[in-house]
DNA sequence: AGTCAAACTGAACTGAACTCAGGTTGTTTG
DNA sequence: CAAACAACCTGAGTTCAGTTCAGTTTGACT
């Protein structure tokens, strides 16, 4: 499976590139985008601050790299876990399944997503800022579309109800993501639990 | 009904508090917090940059006020529609409709609380700011609770399933108010229809 | 050893949020 | 009425994180 890493092979080995966004990922996922400052990720890394800018064009750029990053293995996690399913109410469940089946680093991906979603609604200045920004939105309608179009095989098969699939869809993925927003490894209940209330949660909603 | 009004009435007759908090609203709604400069509020209202200051102790401070302006109303409208209900699925039903039965400011205020929320997560600086912040901290808990318990009655009168009353709560409003994540006035579907569509997910959830 | 690109740096710049040191306006009170 | 006072406002200056600039260092490969 070729899962969307942030450490990309393609890059020269003395690239830092992995270990910035490895950095930005810890920080903006522990204080937030905002509160980080640009140069605590240098000190991590071990670099100047200036030395940041040989990889990303701006603090954005690379908080847009991760954003895309991680909508990528998204996408590419839903259609793994749902391709051989063919029942639709299994599928949905496989689904549900795979969007919590997540390690620590990537929670912290999808928190650090969720916070700064609205930043992919505004065109950016630089270019390459805005080519991660116009990337991070068309996987964003992908993964939208993943659900809707898994919606709309379960109700033409009549496994499901007949409903607006695509408002039904993205309720179903805002319920699934708002968990990312208050979940943290070390509260009480442990993630199992609430991605096995959430699948039953999606099936009662879709398919009765 | 006393409905927190972004106009208080408390205030002098020459003050543009509300005038600030109205322009703020527009402009943190349509732009997004990080992209409104807090001097075109300024212009907007028709003073100067550093009046605002009279009135707010910084752009975060004003910020966080329209956050728990909104939460306050939320809260209370909550309250204000399931009071009479005394079947818990129409208890429910009505807390639904109600949160969908919002102006356009509303709205707006709703945008700018869901895009900002990670804001209330860490202390603020300023003594006023972190009044502020922990109030609306404490609404947001109220918020969440106002849920759970609503679902909590639901289960002790054997009109829902038993289940994780909170997890089921955060669940269910995190698919509310995801709604304001996307939702545009001038879009093709109406809010009447969201609302509808949500409402009827929300009882299938809690209730079968 | 020489070349080249990738990787890096300290010093200077920028712009938006904010502070300061007062000035103006309207209202209250003797 | 005018003095006193509080609310309201302003232009000039400060701060600080993000960013640019003008080069310097590092290491792989001839």
């Not at 964003?140 to 659900?147: A, G, N, Y």
Request: proline fraction near 3%; aromatic fraction near 6%.
């Amino acid at each position: 499976m070729a899962r969307a890493r942030i450490v990309d092979p393609e890059e020269g080995p003395r690239s830092k590139r992995g270990a910035i966004l490895v950095a930005a990922v810890e920080r903006f996922g522990e204080d937030g985008y905002e509160n980080t400052k640009w140069s605590e990720v240098a000190d991590r890394v071990g670099i100047g601050q200036t030395a940041l800018y040989h990889y990303f064009e701006s603090k954005a750029h690379c908080l847009l790299t991760i954003m895309r990053l991680e909508l990528q293995r998204s996408h590419d996690q839903f259609v793994e876990a749902t391709k051989d399913e063919t029942d639709p109410v299994e599928e949905v469940r496989a689904a549900v399944r795979s969007a919590f089946a997540v390690t620590e680093q990537e929670i912290r991906q999808m928190r650090i997503l969720q916070a700064n979603m609205s930043l992919l609604a505004t065109p950016r200045k630089s270019k390459r800022e805005e080519t991660e920004r116009v990337a991070a939105r068309q996987l964003v309608q992908m993964v939208e579309r993943d659900w809707t179009s898994l919606l709309m095989r379960g109700m033409s098969k009549g496994a499901f109800p007949l409903r607006d699939a695509h408002t039904l869809g993205l309720s179903v993925l805002g319920m699934i993501v708002s968990v990312w927003r208050w979940y943290r490894p070390t509260g009480a209940i442990p993630l199992s639990e609430i991605s096995e209330m959430i699948e039953g949660c999606v099936v009662r909603m879709v398919a009765e």
